[in-house]
């Protein structure tokens, strides 16, 4: 993938053709004071819709999972 790298002042007056570009594959990064600033990115449709309860059956949880240890509880607080 090629990396085509424009100041902001190019960016305003190139705008379609940079579009292309990033359409095209190609990374366009607009620059500000000589330093990366912003990405042109292609729009993409959203990720299709979350199916919840797609792994039931597949992962399993302790029963105790969520009973922490008072000492480990204590050590992240700082205590002793």
Same mark, same amino acid.
């Given at each position: ?17 940079? /579009?292309?570009?990033?359409?095209? +594959? ?7 004071? +000589? ?17 919840? /309860?797609?792994?039931?059956? $597949? ?7 969520? $009973? ?13």
């Amino acid at each position: 993938m090629n990396t085509k790298q424009v100041n902001m002042h190019e960016a305003k007056s190139q705008l379609s053709q940079l /579009g292309e570009l990033a359409w095209k +594959g190609e990374k366009v990064v607009i620059a500000k004071a +000589g330093k990366p600033y912003l990405d042109l990115l292609p729009h993409r449709e959203g990720r299709a819709k979350r199916t919840p /309860g797609r792994l039931k059956g $597949q992962i399993w949880v302790a029963d105790d999972f969520d $009973q922490t240890p008072h000492e480990v509880i204590a050590e992240f607080e700082g205590q002793e």
